[in-house]
T-cell receptor, first 112, second 112 residues
C-alpha cells in the first residue's frame, strides 16, 4: 500500500506570495493532519480534517488555511508569506481521528 | 495550555546500551504519542498510548497517568536507532476539540 505523499517536496517563494501544498493520504484513510516544523518552535499542529470537515485547528493566523476533498486528499494554503513561514510542512493520515498517524516526507518551504 | 518537557535533550550511547527517554506533561491528556524522526525529516509514529505499557520489538513505551509522565525505552541499542525522538500529547475533550502539543525532542546518537 502506498504511503502518504506530499507535493511538492521543495519550494522557494518570496515574501508576500502565496503557496499551496498538497497531501495524498494512504488509501482508505479519512483523517489528514498538517504540522509545521521549524528549528526554533519544533513541531506544531496546524489543523486536522476528517470527511472534508476541519475538526480542529492549532494556534496559527488566518493566513494558514486548508481543505479536504471527497477523496480525502488535502491541501493547505499559506497566503501573504512571511520569512518566518520557512519550515518543513508535514502531513499525516490515519484511518479515523485519534488513531495512529502515518507521516508523509514533508514539503520544505523556503521564503526569501 | 499543555507544556511538554522531554529529557534529556541530547543522548549519546554505546551500541548495546539500554536507553531511556522521558516525557512529562502538565495537564490531563487523552493520548500520548512517541515519534521517531530520522535525518532528512521523515517521521514514524512509534506508539500511541493512553495507559499502561506497549512493546514493539526492542522498543517499550510506558505511561503513568497519575504522575503525568511517560518513558520510551530502547533495549540493545543499535546505530540505526540514531534519530530524534519526539513526545506529543493530545489534550482536550470531545472530537474536534483538542490540542496536540509536542516536546522539543531528544536527539539520540548510538555509537558502534
Amino acid at each position: 500500500k502506498a504511503g502518504v505523499t506530499q507535493t511538492p517536496r521543495y519550494l522557494i517563494k518570496t515574501r508576500g506570495q502565496q503557496v499551496t501544498l498538497s497531501c495524498s493520504p494512504i488509501s482508505g484513510h479519512r483523517s489528514v493532519s498538517w504540522y509545521q516544523q521549524t528549528p526554533g518552535q519544533g513541531l506544531q499542529f496546524l489543523f486536522e480534517y476528517f470527511s472534508e470537515t476541519q475538526r480542529n485547528k492549532g494556534n496559527f493566523p488566518g493566513r494558514f488555511s486548508g481543505r479536504q476533498f471527497s477523496n480525502s486528499r488535502s491541501e493547505m494554503n499559506v497566503s501573504t508569506l512571511e520569512l518566518g513561514d520557512s519550515a518543513l510542512y508535514l502531513c499525516a493520515s490515519s484511518l479515523l481521528v485519534q488513531e495512529t498517524q502515518y507521516f508523509g516526507p514533508g514539503t520544505r518551504l523556503l521564503v526569501l | 495550555k499543555n507544556e511538554v518537557e522531554q529529557s534529556p535533550q541530547n543522548l549519546t550511547a554505546q551500541e548495546g546500551e539500554f536507553i531511556t527517554i522521558n516525557c512529562s506533561y502538565s495537564v490531563g491528556i487523552s493520548a500520548l504519542h512517541w515519534l521517531q524522526q530520522h535525518p532528512g525529516g521523515g517521521i514514524v509514529s512509534l506508539f500511541m498510548l493512553s495507559s499502561g505499557k506497549k512493546k514493539h520489538g526492542r522498543l517499550i513505551a510506558t505511561i503513568n497517568i497519575q504522575e503525568k509522565h511517560s518513558s520510551l525505552h530502547i533495549t540493545a541499542s543499535h546505530p540505526r536507532d540514531s534519530a530524534v525522538y519526539i513526545c506529543a500529547v493530545r489534550s482536550g475533550s470531545g472530537a474536534g476539540s483538542y490540542q496536540l502539543t509536542f516536546g522539543k525532542g531528544t536527539k539520540l546518537s548510538v555509537i558502534p
